[in-house]
């Protein structure tokens, strides 16, 4: 038998094993399946809310928070609309 004095040196490119290409495979097409899933989702809020709510909601809403509503109660405000 022949006894090596000296580890056998491994090529300067390790050859990549089948389930390391394969696991790498497997995480770009998970990344592109939950990218679609997010815009998917999104899109799908996105008309929902839009539907489900009115710009004069909205308005009616954000009113008595506004800079002109300053000083004045509820109150105040409800009685304008009216």
Known sequence: M????????????????IGAMLSGAFRAVALVA????????????????????SWTEVQAFVAPTSLETRGRSIEQLVEGVR
């Open 34 to 53: 939950a990218t679609v899933s997010a815009v998917i989702l999104a899109a799908t809020v996105w008309h929902v809310a839009g539907s489900a709510i």
């Open 2 to 17: 022949i006894a090596f004095a000296h580890p056998v040196k491994a090529a300067a490119r390790p050859v990549p094993r």
